[in-house]
Nanobody, 121 residues
Framework: QVQLVESGGGLVQPGGSLRLSCAASGSIFSINTMAWYRQAPEKQRELVAGITYGSRTNYADSVKGRFTISRDNAKNTVYLQMNSLKPEDTAVYYC???????????????WGQGTQVTVSS
């Protein structure tokens, strides 16, 4: 069974930095696109950043210039470096991946359990 496990969340002051990690494990043939989403209380889950297998990236306008998504294919891990954090960045951050399991042709969408990021003074 494929699992995505996030880590690195926590409490940080405005202007500070955090790095989130998401490691995929299980019976995996390939990991294609990966992404970070976030969901604040009473708000819809939104895409923060995405990255292809070839490391092409895209970002939400609200985080451009502050966040950087990257991946280490050898480790089946995706990262989100968050700099110049603002209170508006407070949310539960979820890892997302389009993953092909071993022995199966289709790709499936998997979600991590989420990690809390709180930006507050």
């Amino acid at each position: 069974q494929v699992q995505l496990v996030e880590s690195g969340g926590g409490l940080v002051q405005p202007g500070g930095s955090l790095r989130l990690s998401c490691a995929a494990s299980g019976s995996i043939f390939s990991i294609n696109t990966m992404a970070w989403y976030r969901q604040a209380p009473e708000k819809q889950r939104e895409l923060v950043a995405g990255i292809t297998y070839g490391s092409r990236t895209n970002y939400a306008d609200s985080v451009k210039g502050r966040f950087t998504i990257s991946r280490d294919n050898a480790k089946n891990t995706v990262y989100l470096q968050m700099n110049s954090l603002k209170p508006e960045d407070t949310a539960v951050y979820y890892c997302n991946g389009k993953i092909r399991p071993l022995g199966l042709t289709p790709e499936y969408v998997y979600w991590g359990q989420g990690t809390q990021v709180t930006v507050s003074s």
